[in-house]
């Protein structure tokens, strides 16, 4: 039973940057692909980046390509979330996301395990 914590959301300004980490304490780490979903106010949760099992693999959406980077530690249970160039529109809810796939993936539905999520707020 994976157990994940999200931490470092906060508020931070337009073009800054900001560190999410994600800390499992259940299961096996290593067997899950993980991610990274956000959950604006009044809009349908979506999935911002993935990275498969062993991390050679990777998935980002397109509005955040270039500007964020998802990476993960084994032997932490760790997966991070680095952001750059923040903008408004990345205001959201960030959830940390376990798969029992092998690679990355984009779904909701493809998700087995979800943590409760931290706020980001980026103002103008």
């Known amino acids: 039973q994976m157990q994940l914590v999200e931490s470092g959301g906060g508020l931070v300004q337009a073009g800054d940057s900001l560190s999410l980490s994600c800390t499992n304490s259940?299961?096996?780490?290593?067997?899950?692909?993980m991610g990274w979903f956000r959950q604006a106010p009044g809009k349908e949760r979506e999935c911002v980046a993935t990275?498969?099992?062993?991390?050679?693999?990777?998935y980002y959406k397109m509005s955040v390509k270039g500007r964020f980077t998802i990476s993960r530690n084994n032997t932490q249970n760790t997966v991070y979330l680095h952001m750059n160039s923040l903008k408004p529109e990345d205001t959201a809810v960030y959830y940390c996301?376990?798969?029992?796939?092998?690679?990355?993936?984009?779904?909701?539905?493809?998700?087995?395990?979800w943590g409760k999520g931290t706020l980001v707020t980026v103002s103008s």
């Open positions: 996301a376990a798969s029992g796939r092998v690679s990355v993936w984009s779904q909701a539905s493809s998700v087995d395990y």
């Open positions: 259940g299961g096996t780490f290593s067997m899950y692909a």
């Open positions: 990275i498969s099992r062993n991390g050679f693999s990777t």
